[in-house]
């Protein structure tokens, strides 16, 4: 199993740039694909970036692509998401989780175990 504990959110100006970070717990981390998914209020969970376990693999949202960045470090079990050029509709709850159940990248009923979410607003 996996316990991930999020961190790195916060209040930040339109255009502006955060690092969030999950840090992971378990000796399975490096064996799971990771993602990051999103969801403010009144809208559905949406799926912002993945990686694959070794990190040879990166997917993204059309929505972020080329302003966010995830990684992974497998030694310090810890995956990043680099959030830059920030929009007030990047305002939401962001949570890390990792894939335990085969097929996409895209959809959160694969991901099995999440962290508890860490608020980022953008201010305009």
């Known amino acids: 199993q996996v316990q991930l504990v999020e961190s790195g959110g916060g209040l930040v100006q339109a255009g502006g740039s955060l690092r969030l970070s999950c840090a992971a717990s378990?000796?399975?981390?490096?064996?799971?694909?990771m993602g990051w998914f999103r969801q403010a209020p009144g809208k559905e969970r949406e799926f912002v970036a993945a990686i694959s376990s070794a990190g040879g693999s990166t997917y993204y949202a059309e929505s972020v692509k080329g302003r966010f960045t995830i990684s992974r470090d497998n030694v310090k079990n810890t995956v990043y998401l680099q959030l830059a050029s920030l929009r007030p509709e990047d305002t939401a709850v962001y949570y890390c989780?990792?894939?335990?159940?085969?097929?996409?990248?895209?959809?959160?009923?694969?991901?099995?175990?999440w962290g508890q979410g860490t608020q980022v607003t953008v201010s305009s």
């Open positions: 378990g000796r399975t981390f490096s064996g799971y694909p």
């Open positions: 989780a990792a894939k335990n159940v085969g097929g996409s990248y895209f959809s959160h009923g694969n991901y099995g175990y």
